[in-house]
């Protein structure tokens, strides 16, 4: 296996480059990446959230999480919460997300029941 020297930037910045020309194989590339490494992706995802790119729900699903579950861990490390949405797209995904939680939340009282 080859060793690319990390601690440069060029390696990232031809990444960004061969995005344009060649999308397909950057998209795999880091498809394969962040499905091997949970903690980059947390990463990533968290970033994205924090500079607005995608919104709480979003972020939840890509991190296989229930938004109350993301949004409880994001409230434990300190990170501030965007209250409010931003769009209708943002409002029906937020209602999807209480519908699922009150359904999986219905069950299980059932169940003791």
Do not use: F, N
């Amino acid at each position: 296996m080859v060793s690319v020297p990390t601690s440069s930037a060029w390696p990232l910045e031809q990444l960004i480059k061969s995005q344009r020309s060649q999308s397909a194989l950057v998209e795999r590339a880091l498809q394969r990446l962040l499905a091997d490494d949970e903690e980059l992706l947390r990463t990533i995802v968290v970033g994205a959230y924090r500079d607005e790119g995608v919104s709480l729900a979003r972020a939840a699903s890509l991190l296989g999480l229930h938004p109350l579950e993301l949004r409880e861990d994001l409230i434990e490390k300190g990170i501030p919460l965007r209250l409010g949405l931003a769009d209708l797209a943002d409002a029906r995904a937020e209602i999807e997300a209480v519908r699922a939680w009150k359904q999986k939340h219905d069950a299980r009282w059932c169940q003791r029941w």
